[in-house]
């Protein structure tokens, strides 16, 4: 069974950072797709950026400039560098990994648990 476990969260001022970091366990043959959405309270779950397979990365107009998704293939992670936050940035944060766990079977999408990022002076 695939887990998803994110890292790094926590209270930072405005104008402040955090790395978030994303790891998955268990038995995966490949991963096709990576991303962090985020969810304030009282609003739905919206992306944040991603990055496929190829390299190619996706960013939301909100955090262009600040945030920056990055990727280890060897340690099947993902982690989101997050500078310049501000108060609007606070939500809880998810990674979701697009994968197989074998060869032949099909693509699955797996979530984390979601770590907290407040941003508040």
């Known amino acids: 069974q695939v887990q998803l476990v994110e890292s790094g969260g926590g209270l930072v001022q405005p104008g402040g950072s955090l790395r978030l970091s994303c790891a998955a366990s268990g038995t995966i043959f490949s991963i096709d797709f990576m991303a962090w959405y985020r969810q304030a309270r009282g609003n739905e779950r919206e992306l944040v950026a991603s990055l496929t397979s190829g390299g190619a990365r996706n960013y939301a107009d909100s955090v262009q400039g600040r945030f920056t998704i990055s990727r280890d293939n060897a340690k099947n992670m993902v982690y989101l560098q997050m500078n310049s936050l501000k108060p609007e940035d606070t939500a809880v944060y998810y990674c979701?990994?697009?994968?197989?766990?074998?060869?032949?079977?099909?693509?699955?999408?797996?979530w984390g648990q979601g770590t907290q990022v407040t941003v508040s002076s």
């Open positions: 979701r990994f697009t994968l197989k766990v074998y060869k032949y079977t099909p693509l699955g999408i797996y």
